[in-house]
T-cell receptor, first 113, second 111 residues
Framework: NAGVTQTPKFRVLKTGQSMTLLCAQDMNHEYMYWYRQDPGMGLRLIHYSVGEGTTAKGEVPDGYNVSRLKKQNFLLGLESAAPSQTSVYFC????????????FGPGTRLTVT | GQSLEQPSEVTAVEGAIVQINCTYQTSGFYGLSWYQQHDGGAPTFLSYNALDGLEETGRFSSFLSRSDSYGYLLLQELQMKDSASYFCAVRDGGGGFKTIFGAGTRLFVKA
């Protein structure tokens, strides 16, 4: 099992450019999440999904869109990147178990200049 | 509003015991989790408390008091490899699917 994988690992964008971050999980998990982590801060939830075809807003959804067309994939899109979106982005997935343990991907380090 | 408060830094000596506290204020509550994150790495799950009391997993234990909106992570027999950031997280509203993380506690273990 690869667990949770993220593509790409690093990316540099210019202000106004767009990009899509891909998250894939092979654990058949129902729930998937996108977080951003800024230096010295915890993880902030951007969007999440409770199943294929469903998405919902988290704490900081502005400037991002998501799609969950397949159960194993969760895409995060930036339509017009801004320097404030410079961050490390983590994807996570979890199952319906009691602990709702979240499994995290390795992260994508994004810099917007 | 929703908030979780935990100390920003804690320093302890190898072999000692350390407790990291977390207080929370959320609109809903389904459970308190703890995650560990080493520099440059991804967060990894440590423990989860849905009910009051102590949960023990090896050297790590986690406690929850729902009436006090308070929990803590206890690390025993500290090792150098325990130097990392520790985050408490609350399953909040949205049917319990939204997870809100604290800002993290940086633990430094000294020899």
């Amino acid at each position: 099992n690869a667990g949770v994988t993220q593509t790409p690992k690093f990316r540099v964008l210019k202000t106004g450019q767009s990009m899509t971050l891909l998250c894939a999980q092979d654990m058949n998990h129902e729930y998937m999440y996108w977080y951003r982590q800024d230096p010295g801060m915890g993880l902030r939830l951007i969007h999440y999904s409770v199943g294929e075809g469903t998405t919902a807003k988290g704490e900081v959804p502005d400037g991002y869109n998501v799609s969950r067309l397949k159960k194993q994939n969760f895409l995060l899109g930036l339509e017009s990147a801004a320097p404030s979106q410079t961050s490390v982005y983590f994807c996570a997935s979890s199952t319906l178990g009691d602990s709702y343990e979240q499994y995290f991907g390795p992260g994508t380090r994004l810099t917007v200049t | 509003g929703q908030s979780l408060e935990q100390p920003s830094e804690v320093t302890a000596v190898e072999g000692a015991i350390v407790q990291i506290n977390c207080t929370y204020q959320t609109s809903g509550f389904y459970g308190l989790s703890w995650y560990q994150q080493h520099d440059g790495g991804a967060p990894t799950f440590l423990s989860y408390n849905a009910l009051d009391g102590l949960e023990e997993t090896g050297r790590f234990s986690s406690f929850l008091s729902r009436s006090d909106s308070y929990g803590y992570l206890l690390l025993q027999e500290l090792q150098m490899k325990d130097s990392a950031s520790y985050f408490c997280a609350v399953r909040d509203g949205g049917g319990g699917f939204k997870t809100i993380f604290g800002a993290g506690t940086r633990l430094f273990v000294k020899a």
